[in-house]
Structure formats: C-alpha cells, structure tokens
C-alpha cells in the first residue's frame, strides 16, 4: 500500500523559510516521478512543482508564482521528497501535498500546513 | 499557459439523478500522436486530499464506481456521475497535464444533495 506522510508544517513570518519532508513507502520510490500541490484555506488545488526520476534526470519544474524561491529535491536512499520554501510570502499559506506521478497523481498524503503571518 | 474553467461551481442533484460537471480548457489537451487527452478528474471531501476518479479523460482509476464516467476531447470535457449516492458529495476538479509544465487545475465544482 503506498503511503505519503508529509511533515515540516509551521507558522512562520512573512520571509521566513521552511523545509517540508515527505516520507513515502509501499512502492519504489527511485523510479517514481513525485509533485507538490497546494490548497490554500478554503480554495482549490495549485500545482507547485515536480521532480523526476534520477533515471529520468531528476530535474524539476515549477510553477510561475513560487519559481526561484521553492526548490524540490528527493533522498532515494531514505525515499524521502523534500520542498525547500524560501522568503515565505502570506499567499503561500496553504496545505501542502506530496503526490505520486508527473502528470497525474494517484496517491496523495494527508497535507502539511504551512501558515504564513507576521 | 492552459487555464481550466469549470462550470458550474456548485451543483445540487437529487439521489439517484444524474450529475454533470463541466471542464474546458483554454486549448486543446488533445495529444494528436496517439489520440488521449491530458485530462483527470478528481474528487476531494472536506478534510481529505484529494481522490484520482480518472485520467487520460475517460480512464477511470482502478476501484471508483462505475457510475463515475468521463467524456470530452480537445478543449471541453464533462464528468458524469450517473446516479448520485450520498457519498458523492464532494468537490471535484478537473487537472490537464499536457506538455511541459505548468499544470493547472480548474477551480472546483461543489456537489450537493438537493
């Protein structure tokens, strides 16, 4: 069964950073392609940014509103993904989900909420 | 980049009656090499992640009832759930993964029982 536990989630100021971790298990995480996608309190679902496969080139794209300050990486030995989110801005308060596939996500994890405010 | 339009944005449909949602894309997601558009549907209930009901536009993923179906090419696509069930009640959203990023998502349509 595969399994998405993300973590890192906090208050923080505007400018602040944070790094957000997604734990993943029950498939082989080396050959997955994996995304971030957000939901803001009350509002619909954002995509974030993805990451290939090192196999693949494990490069990564993202969205225009977060490109430059958000960086994804992954741990294939510990079959952790990972968001690095820099000079935090209040519109980036939202729930954030680590998600199976590069283009359509299969699995999700349960969110981790990360509150932008001074 | 493609936008995703959704109508309505909520919807109120009687059990057993059937519920349509609309999805159009602000151009075509129509992959002409083998004929699938980069479409899915998901389904989200309050305090979930969301749930993928289908891909490919019309692929539904393994264990959604068969009641779910999705239809459309190029630009419009629809979601149908053919006889509501109190379960059903959600928001669903519409996602295009065509081409290189970014994808989008359309902003949700809210289903009630009427």
């Known amino acids: 069964e595969v399994q998405l536990v993300e973590s890192g989630g906090d208050l923080v100021k505007p400018g602040g950073s944070l790094r957000l971790s997604c734990a993943a298990s029950?498939?082989?995480?080396?050959?997955?392609?994996m995304t971030w996608v957000r939901q803001a309190p009350g509002k619909g679902l954002e995509w974030v940014g993805r990451i290939r496969s090192k196999t693949d080139g494990g490069t990564t794209d993202y969205a225009a509103p977060v490109n430059g300050r958000f960086t994804i990486s992954r741990d294939d030995s510990e079959n952790t993904l990972y968001l690095q989110i820099n000079s935090l801005k209040t519109e980036d308060t939202a729930v954030y989900y680590c998600t199976t596939g590069g283009s359509y996500y299969a699995d999700w994890g349960q969110g981790t909420l990360v509150i932008v405010s001074s | 980049d493609i936008v995703m339009t959704q109508s309505p944005d909520s919807l109120a449909v009687s059990l057993g009656e059937r519920a349509t949602i609309n999805c159009k894309s602000s151009?075509?997601?129509?992959?002409?090499?083998?004929?699938?558009?980069?479409l899915a549907w998901y389904q989200q209930k309050p305090g979930q992640p969301p749930k993928l009901l289908i891909y490919w536009a019309s692929t539904r993923d393994p264990g959604v009832p068969d009641r779910f179906s999705g239809s459309g090419s190029g630009t419009d696509f629809t979601l149908t759930i053919s006889s509501l069930q109190a379960e059903d009640v959600a928001v669903y959203y519409c996602?295009?993964?065509?081409?290189?990023?970014?994808?989008?998502f359309g902003q949700g349509t809210k289903l009630e029982i009427k």
């Open positions: 151009q075509s997601i129509l992959h002409t090499s083998n004929s699938k558009n980069s």
């Open positions: 996602q295009q993964y065509y081409g290189p990023p970014p994808y989008s």
């Open positions: 029950g498939f082989t995480f080396s050959n997955a392609w």
